[in-house]
């Protein structure tokens, strides 16, 4: 079984930054992929960031290009987001995600942390 846990998540003024990180356990952790998601106050879930895990390329949402920066650590098992220039609009929970392959679904998702920015 695999595990994800995030931290890092917490209140910051509009401008500041935050780093979340997410660390993967479990006897057969081995993703083809890992991402972050988010889901705003009344708003769909959506895809902030993923990472290829072998290579890592990265995609990132439009809204987030230029601020945010997802980064991993093999070794670790643990895959970052660096959010920069927080704007309002960010405030969600943000989710990380691994899948096994590059059309399988996210079938395993860590437990969530908040993010709050202030206006």
């Known amino acids: 079984q695999v595990q994800l846990v995030e931290s890092g998540g917490g209140l910051v003024q509009a401008g500041g930054s935050l780093r979340l990180s997410c660390a993967g356990s479990g006897r057969t952790f081995s993703p083809y992929a890992m991402a972050w998601f988010r889901r705003a106050p009344g708003k769909e879930r959506e895809l902030v960031s993923r990472?290829?895990?072998?290579?890592?390329?990265?995609v990132y949402t439009t809204s987030v290009k230029g601020r945010f920066t997802i980064s991993k650590d093999n070794g670790k098992n643990t895959v970052y987001l660096q959010m920069n220039s927080l704007k309002p609009e960010d405030t969600a929970v943000y989710y990380c995600?691994?899948?096994?392959?590059?059309?399988?679904?996210?079938?395993?998702w860590g437990q969530g942390t908040q993010v709050i920015v202030s206006s």
């Open positions: 995600a691994s899948r096994r392959g590059p059309v399988t679904p996210y079938e395993y």
């Open positions: 990472i290829t895990w072998s290579d890592g390329i990265t």
